[in-house]
């Protein structure tokens, strides 16, 4: 393309990621491309004050690299330079999908571990060396401006921020809105005359905290990058990640109740409560580098501008202004780098009827992304109304492709392309895959459909009539149970709010080694351990008892934080609420029926005045974390010889002294 006849100025809202992709793509036609952003664009490695999400774990997907290298050749040279990591991220990733460990395997995918700090910085630096491309800093777009033709948009309005001056009138042959999920461009849209595109929300509620550590070389080696995948229905995940400097970024993520704490201490509990050794050593033994912080989203937002009938001519939308996804799928950053590819595309073909061919572009770019997102809607496990057909399909695909990611590389090689927007959706259809995950799909389909479309898993307990029925058998007998409001102990010690609880296990209080349930339970059976439960427990309508546990977990942790700061709970459950307890068994392998790392930090979070337990038939008490365990089962009768005699009832409340004898 010559220069000849080249619109004179573009002016692009916003400097973040998709504001500085959008520029490099404009560059290449017109002969001046103005930024305008609100704060001082800084010329080092800081934090951006409009960018506070830039302090969580940021994913940079192969397809979003490949994108960033075609428009700055040797990026990807320059950021390994700069201390980015290069992996692959099947090899030397660590991927958790619905509680399942992918394969691990080379995928010829090619990422790069680093911050989203750097990685803005050094487009900066190359934005910056283009010709024709100015920024102009602390200034706020107020307004578009109409094109003289009086159809389309032919400008902005912008006001220096901190100074009342009269607004400055940039004219533009095109303005490019990448001023984030927060665009006005609708409202204006609206000012002007013009409709303004229709508005899809998806509530994702989803809450995630960051904390840097100090890496080295003993912590998680062989692994970049380890992902623990967070659903409506698994409520708890969590993010780790290496950056530039030596250093691990913690990203801890939860959904309605499983919101992740802030302070130092409960932080750290609520990463030794997921199930990965590798998280633990990391908050419990790498030297912390910062305070947590937190970002919370409550839902994700589309605009259809690709389907306004007449766009004006002169106005296009790109990245968060557009679409903003669930940030624990970590599309943002590629998505606004395929869109300002796709801006570049149609720009090569002329100016005519731009907006309405980007945008459908632009829209296709998304397909992927909004069907992620649309998933994560947690509105059936809030309201508990009726699931729609498209989350029942796709919570069976994700729970049928995660037990085939768990046994394959392959299938795992293909999620993953689709993932990091390598591909589309079609490779899932191709026979090479279907013969790979038809089997798990027919061994799993009779526990996910009792009768069609159903109601999301995790509420209550209103799926299982059973255990309904021996609530109210226990309700005739004057026990209060797990669904019953809460009694308040207002004497000495309290107003105490005494909570019994029914929360089961998960397998997750493995044998010392084993990294699967399957592995732990063929180490416990090879040793003459198993439980009973594995034949007369059935978890029936939940596919399996780990599903059972999390969604009582879930339901419980809701009514637990409805008590709100004023109230303290006695927590009371059949199984420990930690693993502590369990590590005087005199048959260790029996702790993988003894309870979840879900609740390991319940006992802190909701601020406990006591935990009372049974289950292990080993009567005493202990201190965790100032907090008094007390384990009150009585036992077989066999089992009473082997210990000194004990008083039955045991007082919780107003806390006794302990005697001697009773701290074990």
Known sequence: MTTTGRPARAVVIGGSMAGLLAARALTDTYEEVLMVDRDVLPATLDHRVGVPQARHAHWLLAGGLEVLESFFPGLSAELAAAGATPYDPQRDGSW????????????????????????????????????GVRVLSRHEVVGLLTAPDGCGIGGVRAVRRGRPEPALEMRADLVVDASGRASRTPLWLRELGHRAPREERVRVKVAYASRHYRRESHH????????????????????????????????????????????????MMFGRSLDDSRIRQVVMDAEPLDDPVRTRFPEALR????????????????????????????????????????????????????????????????????????????LPYESGCRRS?????????????SAAMERDALVTRTCLRIAHLVTGLWPLLSPRILIRVLPH???????????????????????????????????????????????????????????????LYDYS?????????????????????????????????????????????????????????????????????????????????????????LTADWHVRFRAAAAVYGHLHIPRVSW?????????????????????????????????????????
């Open 96 to 131: 958790v999908f619905d509680g399942r460990p992918a394969q691990r395997a080379p995928s010829g995918l090619a990422c790069l571990a680093m911050s989203r700090t750097l990685l803005e910085s050094r487009l900066r630096a190359r934005i910056a060396a283009l010709p």
């Open 389 to 401: 057909v498209f989350l029942w399909s796709a919570d069976l695909a994700r729970i049928v492709l």
């Open 509 to 597: 209080f493995r044998v010392p080694g084993a990294d699967t349930k399957e592995e732990s339970l063929r180490r416990a059976y090879e040793s003459g351990v198993v439980c009973t439960d594995e034949h007369f427990l059935h978890p029936d309508p939940y596919p399996t008892r780990e599903d059972w546990c999390r969604a009582r977990v879930e339901y419980t942790e809701r009514r637990l934080a409805e008590l709100g700061p004023e109230l303290r709970p006695v927590l009371i459950n059949h199984w420990p609420l930690l693993r502590d307890p369990t590590r005087i068994l005199r048959y260790p392998d029996f702790a993988q029926w003894c309870g979840t790392t």
């Open 624 to 664: 965790h974390d100032g907090v008094r365990f007390e384990e009150v089962s009585v036992g077989y009768p066999r089992e009473w010889r082997k210990r000194p005699p004990r008083e039955p009832l045991r007082q919780i409340l107003p806390q006794p002294v302990d005697r001697p004898g009773d701290v074990w």
């Open 441 to 503: 799909l027919i061994r799993l389909l009779p526990h996910l459909i009792p009768g069609g479309a159903r109601t999301a898993r995790s509420p209550g307990p209103d799926r299982m009539p059973w255990y309904l029925r021996l609530v109210e058998l226990c309700r005739e007998l004057g026990i209060a149970t797990p669904e019953d409001p809460y009694p308040v102990w207002e004497g000495e010690g309290g107003p105490v709010a005494v909570a019994p609880l029914f929360v």
């Open 303 to 378: 605009r259809r501008y690709e389907r306004l009938p007449r766009p004006p001519e002169g106005l296009v939308v790109i990245g968060d202004a557009m679409c903003s996804t669930n940030p624990t799928l970590a599309h943002g950053m590629s998505v606004a780098a395929f869109q300002a590819k796709a801006l570049h595309d149609c720009l090569r073909a002329g100016t005519e009827r731009l907006p309405r061919r980007y945008h459908r572009r632009a829209a296709r770019v998304l397909t992927v992304p909004w069907i992620a997102t649309r998933t994560s809607d947690v």
């Open 220 to 267: 998680v080696p062989g692994t970049s990058a380890i992902g623990r995948h967070v659903t409506p229905d698994r409520s708890r995940g969590a993010a780790l990640y290496a950056e530039e400097g030596d250093r691990w970024v913690l990203t801890l993520a939860g959904v309605l109740s499983g919101e992740p704490p802030v302070s130092a201490d409960a932080f």
